[in-house]
Nanobody, 115 residues
């Protein structure tokens, strides 16, 4: 009943920027958590950025100062602004949301950063 749709991925040169978006639709009463994860080839899926208690944000050390997570509650949308991109940021990026006590995932969007 809940679907997450991601957009904004693509190919970018090192040092460039991208903004990812993820919008939830369906049987949504309240979004209690929002986060972005990524998975590179041969690597474990890792947490990139998230909203925590009180609306505060948390970031992986590797992206601090470069990535910013934000949200539009009225649109049930979470964003990830990615600046100063590096080749090591190349991965499939997934959004996750906690809705009605369950975790939901998007299908993922590919981000490729060329040297």
């Amino acid at each position: 009943q809940v679907q997450l749709v991601e957009s904004g991925g693509g190919l970018v040169q090192a040092g460039g920027s991208l903004r990812l978006s993820c919008t939830a639709s369906g049987n949504i009463f309240s979004v209690t958590a929002m986060a972005w994860y990524r998975q590179a080839p041969g690597k474990q899926r890792e947490l990139v950025a998230q909203f925590v208690s009180g609306g505060k944000t948390n970031y992986a050390d590797s992206v601090k100062g470069r990535f910013t997570i934000s949200r539009d509650n009225a649109k049930n949308t979470v964003y990830l602004q990615m600046n100063s991109l590096k080749p090591e940021d190349t991965a499939v990026y997934y959004c996750g949301m906690g809705i009605i006590g369950r975790d939901y995932w998007g299908q993922g969007t590919q981000v490729t950063v060329s040297s």
